[in-house]
């Protein structure tokens, strides 16, 4: 009986519940023009750092290369079909408007130096995906990807190796071109030599500097010093002034009052350093001492001594 009532429930479940239909599985399309699906996994795997590019390819931190231009993910590589820079454009970006999620960092490494017009039209064709892009060198943009990928943000890179340097053609070595360079070269050595004769010989003509009448500096010795130690103007000058200033304190003399003042300015034009200057500057203040006692006593003008005997 209970396997009965258990039958019973068991039917009215069935009969409550939707009917359920299977088709076979058939094989799809494996023709031409397939529609495939790729997903790029960011979480499986070592991030990838570039340790060189060079003029062929990049080399990664995992021993792997690639040749030539590529589309370089946190973790994964793929070739990139494009021969410059100059052939960027919207089908070799179109990548960018199938990629999900967007990463944060585009970053184009062109291969050589393009004009401004060039980058800025690059610029407009990358700014409709809507992703933070950075157009720079080659060199800098795999130094950027490296350091941005290993803060762990999602980063790509389109790189494109740098173009090989023009190399001079090498002429071909024979013994008559050998023969005819050394020739030449022995002929513009020996021209090269007449030239410099010549403009030798010009200038010592026209040199008007006399090699013996040149004098060499010697530095000053004992034989100078004693020569300037035997200077004694600045002493005469003083005791001239000293007398010619106490003549005008004395006799009421204007004139000599000046000639004391003129002695004092000769005597400290013509001192030295080492020797003591208090009494250049006595002599100093007496002549001025002199100069102001004698127009305070006769305000009038100076009148001097020949006046009287030119009348």
């Not at 995906?129 to 943009?141: C, P, R, Y």
């Not at 013509?270 to 100069?291: G, P, Y």
Request: net charge positive; glycine share 6%.
């Amino acid at each position: 009986m209970n396997a009965i009532r258990k039958l019973g429930q068991l039917r009215q479940t069935l009969q409550s519940c939707r009917h359920l239909h299977t088709t076979c599985i058939r094989n799809g399309y494996e023709g031409p023009g397939k529609t495939t699906v790729t997903f790029i996994r960011k979480e499986l795997g070592s991030r990838l750092l570039i340790t060189r590019c060079d003029e062929t390819g990049f080399t990664f931190n995992t021993g792997t290369r690639v040749i030539g231009p590529m589309m370089l993910f946190p973790r994964y590589a793929m070739c990139w079909n494009v021969e410059s820079g100059k052939h960027i454009n919207d089908a070799s970006l179109s990548l960018f408007t199938i990629l999900v999620p967007k990463p944060d960092l585009l970053i184009i490494g062109l291969d050589d130096v393009y004009d401004f017009l060039f980058l800025k039209n690059l610029r407009e064709m990358v700014q409709k995906f809507g992703i933070t892009t950075e157009i720079v060198s080659v060199h800098n943009a795999c130094t950027v990807f490296n350091f941005v990928n290993e803060e762990g943000r999602y980063v790509v890179a389109g790189l494109i190796p740098q173009k090989a340097s023009q190399l001079l053609l090498k002429l071909p070595k024979s013994e008559k071109s050998v023969k005819q360079i050394t020739d030449s070269s022995d002929a513009t050595d020996s021209k090269n030599s007449e030239k410099t004769e010549n403009i030798s010989r010009m200038n010592s003509s026209t040199d008007p500097r006399r090699p013996e009448k040149e004098v060499r500096y010697k530095p000053p010795g004992s034989n100078n010093q004693g020569q300037m130690q035997d200077d004694l103007t600045p002493d005469y000058m003083n005791v001239i002034g000293m007398i010619f200033s106490m003549c005008g304190l004395m006799m009421r003399l204007k004139w000599c009052a000046w000639v004391a003042l003129y002695c004092s300015c000769i005597s400290f034009a013509n001192s030295r350093v080492s020797e003591d200057t208090k009494q250049i500057l006595s002599c100093f203040m007496l002549s001025i001492s002199a100069v102001v006692m004698s127009y305070l006593q006769n305000p009038q003008p100076m009148t001097p001594p020949w006046a009287s005997a030119m009348q």
